[in-house]
């Protein structure tokens, strides 16, 4: 059954088991994103996607959220714009995330959200722990100081791949990305070599090893197409 909500003020129909995410896009209503991608289960947990819907007093994530009718929905104001950058230059505080010397620069979803929100300063003191960076795979390679916990790769080894190489250790600031039982990546056991976990990365983090920062374009679209046409049967398109 359809709802009827507003966006921004903007009166639009959506499907009931459409979030406000997918309705927002249907509408050309752009909501910045981040551990959402198309394809994957979605999480909630940049909250980059928060919006603020009349009636609660808590912003809530609207990659996660149904609309419901007559829902009043607002995705840009002076204060999501204040939480969105805040939490932009957390993640860069939080480790290292220097875009001049990264192998993603022009291709990052991190450093194009950076611009987005115009920030062109941190104001919290950098973090900048000492991590490993992963280079015993033959053709990838993990820089876990650019990694930025959204849990993409995770899912996209799960729900696309079925191999759930790939999981979360620890918690807080101090996770990490591991593979089986925190094994190099080249001695995993259960690793297919697929590269849909470096498809799905929005930063650096995961890489194809040899290429240039050139090279380093990420296509998540494909792994929304690879979705679609396990759930329709049309591997010939």
Known sequence: MPRTLTINGQEISARSDQTILEAARDAHIHIPVLCHLDGLTDVGACRMCL??????????PACTTRVQEGMEVRTDTERLRAYRRQIIELLF???????AVCVANGHCELQNL???VGMDHVRYDYIF???????????????????ILCTRCVRACDQLEGAHTIDVMGRGAKSLI???????WGESITCTSCGKCVMACPTGALFKQGSTVAEMVHDAEK???????????????
């Open 51 to 60: 919006v603020e819907v009349a009636g609660s007093n808590k912003l809530l």
């Open 93 to 99: 505080a939080e480790r290292n995330h220097v875009c």
């Open 114 to 116: 950076g611009i987005e």
């Open 129 to 147: 722990p000492t991590l490993g960076v992963d280079l015993s795979h033959e053709r990838f390679g993990m820089d876990h100081n650019r990694c």
């Open 178 to 184: 591991i593979r089986d039982m925190n094994v190099p």
């Open 223 to 237: 792994l929304a197409f690879l979705r679609a046409a396990r759930e329709k049967r049309v591997w010939n398109v």
